[in-house]
């Protein structure tokens, strides 16, 4: 089982504790990539164009400062780092250990920075979209799409791919071959808000549940337990199952 999950433009700083290593983050593959954007973002959060081609408004000031101390700013779990709607429907804190085990070995946020990170790994706060054009990177989705073919894949095992991206992350890594036939995205009807709250919740149900079926039916019963879930085969090869879900009531 591979739950995606988008990352969220907010983020909770630490003012003590260890800076980012390296050596200790999942898919170690990823390791050269991740300096190398690392790298880049720094340089860039430095200069007068830095605001313009990040994409945020030229007051976010202390957002953009945080892309030039990634290496020495305190890092935070990602359990932790993220917050907004989406996260705050997952509640991870409030998980049972069971849960949480599960959460931790599921879910894999895809990062605009690092490419991919699961729930322990630690980072420091940043500020970077995948929709960035990045000097001397380019284009992060299409930098990294190839670099995440062989971990997600790998990651994904035998299990279902449940995506919960938005389309500017999911365009990082696109399920192919046998893995496409096991790739489903949870559609979500109606406002954006409440896609990313939606969202939030159907990977939490997931992880409470222990849900790990074979085929996505399988997969639209068991959340039917918690939401109202109808569902579309792939109209092509290569396209996913679609999971239209609402919450109940």
Same mark, same amino acid.
């Given at each position: 089982?591979?739950?995606?999950?988008?990352?969220?433009?907010?983020?909770?700083?630490?003012?003590?504790?260890?800076?980012?290593?390296?050596?200790?983050?999942?898919?170690?593959?990823?390791?050269?990539?991740?300096?190398?954007?690392?790298?880049?973002?720094?340089?860039?959060?430095?200069?007068?164009?830095?605001?313009?081609?990040?994409?945020?408004?030229?007051?976010?000031?202390?957002?953009?400062? *945080?892309?030039?101390?990634?290496?020495?700013? +305190?890092? %935070?779990?990602?359990? /932790?780092?993220?917050?907004?709607? $989406?996260? !705050?429907?997952?509640?991870?804190?409030?998980?049972?250990?069971?849960?949480?085990?599960?959460?931790?070995?599921?879910?894999?946020?895809?990062?605009?920075?690092?490419?991919?990170?699961?729930?322990?790994?630690?980072?420091?706060?940043? *500020?970077?979209?995948?929709?960035?054009?990045? +000097?001397? %990177?380019?284009?992060? /989705?299409?930098?990294?799409?190839? $670099?995440? !073919?062989?971990?997600?894949?790998?990651?994904?095992?035998?299990?279902?791919?449940?995506?919960?991206?938005?389309?500017?992350?999911?365009?990082?890594?696109?399920?192919?071959?046998?893995?496409?036939?096991?790739?489903?995205?949870?559609?979500?009807?109606?406002?954006?808000?409440?896609?990313?709250?939606?969202?939030?919740?159907?990977?939490?149900?997931?992880?409470?549940?222990?849900?790990?079926?074979?085929?996505?039916?399988?997969?639209?019963?068991?959340?039917?337990?918690?939401?109202?879930?109808?569902?579309?085969?792939?109209?092509?090869?290569?396209?996913?199952?679609?999971?239209?879900?609402?919450?109940?009531?």
């Amino acid at each position: 089982m591979l739950v995606l999950l988008p990352p969220s433009e907010s983020k909770t700083p630490r003012s003590r504790g260890g800076a980012y290593r390296p050596e200790a983050m999942s898919f170690p593959e990823l390791v050269d990539a991740r300096e190398a954007v690392i790298a880049r973002a720094g340089e860039l959060s430095e200069s007068d164009t830095a605001a313009t081609v990040l994409g945020v408004s030229p007051n976010l000031t202390e957002e953009i400062a *945080r892309n030039t101390r990634l290496r020495s700013a +305190p890092a %935070v779990p990602v359990a /932790a780092l993220y917050t907004g709607v $989406l996260y !705050d429907a997952l509640d991870l804190p409030s998980l049972d250990a069971a849960a949480l085990r599960r959460a931790n070995r599921w879910l894999v946020v895809q990062s605009a920075l690092f490419g991919a990170l699961r729930m322990k790994d630690k980072v420091p706060p940043y *500020r970077l979209s995948m929709a960035v054009n990045l +000097p001397g %990177v380019g284009p992060l /989705a299409s930098f990294w799409k190839p $670099l995440l !073919d062989e971990p997600m894949t790998s990651a994904a095992g035998k299990g279902l791919i449940v995506d919960c991206r938005s389309s500017t992350y999911a365009a990082a890594w696109t399920p192919s071959g046998d893995l496409a036939a096991r790739w489903v995205h949870i559609k979500v009807p109606g406002a954006t808000h409440m896609a990313k709250h939606t969202r939030g919740l159907v990977a939490r149900a997931i992880c409470e549940l222990g849900l790990d079926p074979r085929c996505p039916e399988q997969l639209a019963d068991g959340l039917s337990e918690q939401f109202e879930v109808s569902w579309d085969a792939p109209t092509k090869p290569g396209r996913p199952w679609v999971l239209s879900t609402t919450t109940r009531g």
